[in-house]
């Protein structure tokens, strides 16, 4: 048995349908808007007047206070409002951070990688420099001039796991060098590769620091060490270090300058050499032992402005 299309009414809509269900003559209507092939409306243009409102009695006489008032970046932030006032503004919205990972533009290696929990802020994968290198600091630095001499404090802090053993070098003490550091009593050493600088920095030759060829050693990095207040700093081993506390601790050091020093901008740069574990995952067909190695980093610090 055959049903006949002629059956059913064909019903016809009153103009384009939409993915909505909506006609177009519907959805102009609904949003405001004149129907197809209706006149414009006509506005009448502006006219300017000759009276215009005057300004308020204490419009100059009022003291202005500069807090509560915008400035000019805050008001083109919301260009629809402007607001004159701090009580007018309105909160932004904001773009949405995520994590991403980042990769070595050599060796297109993963430096950090995130854990999939988006509310975990850990890191499966930390190979960047922050975690293994000493961070050096600038504290204070007396005035100085060409040909004198001042004090510079410096801090030290260790972002590794394990502790390090630092040395304070001349910054000419030659062609930076890798050097591993034997594992345990009796051990062999691994042949020392020596990779000479293609691109050296230009280092100032007109600063120096003192007292250098120093040894030190710096605490691992412990977090809940910072929130203990039974914790008693460690006694200085040296008379360059001012105080110690956990993973940090300060030194004093001497800065003279020759007579040709520039007055417009100063700079001193020493060598820091520390020891790096890797700390790469072995491979299950090659278990192996993390190694230590010596590693040496040219620092260069700002000093700001001579005094005349």
């Known amino acids: 048995m055959t049903r006949s299309d002629s059956s059913f009414p064909k019903i016809r809509s009153l103009g384009p349908p939409r993915q909505t269900g909506l006609t177009g003559a519907m959805a102009r209507s609904l949003a405001g808007m004149p129907a197809e092939g209706a006149p414009a409306a006509g506005f009448p243009p502006s006219v300017a007047e000759e009276?215009?409102?005057?300004?308020?009695?204490?419009?100059?006489?009022?003291?202005?206070?500069?807090?509560q008032i915008t400035s000019m970046p805050q008001r083109l932030a919301s260009p629809e409002w402007q607001p004159v006032l701090v009580s007018r503004l309105q909160p932004l919205p904001r773009a949405?951070?995520?994590?991403?990972?980042?990769?070595?533009?050599?060796?297109?290696?993963?430096?950090?990688?995130?854990?999939?929990?988006?509310?975990?802020?850990?890191?499966?994968?930390?190979?960047?420099?922050?975690?293994?290198?000493?961070?050096?600091?600038?504290?204070?630095?007396?005035?100085l001039k060409p040909g004198g001499s001042g004090s510079l404090l410096l801090k030290l802090c260790n972002p590794?796991?394990?502790?390090?053993?630092?040395?304070?070098?001349?910054?000419?003490?030659?062609?930076?060098v890798e050097e591993c550091i034997e594992q345990e009593e009796g051990g062999e050493k691994e042949p020392k590769p020596k990779k000479e600088v293609s691109k050296r920095p230009v280092l100032p030759s007109y600063s120096h620091l003192s007292p250098l060829d120093v040894s030190l050693s710096l605490?691992?990095?412990?977090?809940?060490?910072?929130?203990?207040?039974?914790?008693?700093?460690?006694?200085?081993?040296?008379?360059?270090?001012?105080?110690?506390?956990?993973?940090?601790?300060a030194l004093r050091l001497n800065v003279s300058l020759?007579?040709?020093?520039?007055?417009?901008?100063?700079?001193?740069?020493?060598?820091?050499?520390?020891?790096?574990?890797?700390?790469?995952?072995?491979?299950?067909?090659?278990?192996?032992?993390?190694?230590?190695?010596?590693?040496?980093?040219?620092?260069?610090?700002?000093?700001?402005?001579?005094?005349?």
């Open 51 to 67: 009276e215009v409102e005057g300004l308020p009695e204490d419009f100059y006489t009022k003291e202005v206070d500069l807090k």
């Open 96 to 143: 949405l951070s995520v994590k991403r990972s980042q990769r070595c533009r050599q060796c297109d290696h993963n430096l950090t990688k995130p854990e999939y929990n988006p509310g975990s802020i850990k890191f499966k994968i930390e190979l960047l420099a922050l975690y293994h290198v000493p961070e050096v600091k600038i504290i204070s630095c007396d005035p």
């Open 160 to 176: 590794t796991p394990h502790e390090l053993a630092l040395r304070l070098l001349p910054h000419d003490c030659g062609t930076e």
């Open 219 to 249: 605490a691992q990095r412990d977090d809940a060490a910072e929130y203990d207040d039974d914790a008693q700093a460690a006694q200085p081993q040296h008379e360059i270090v001012m105080w110690r506390k956990s993973n940090k601790m």
């Open 258 to 308: 020759s007579e040709d020093a520039p007055a417009d901008r100063c700079a001193v740069a020493f060598t820091l050499e520390y020891s790096y574990r890797n700390t790469l995952p072995p491979s299950a067909a090659a278990p192996r032992q993390p190694q230590d190695h010596t590693l040496r980093t040219t620092v260069l610090l700002d000093l700001g402005k001579l005094t005349v």
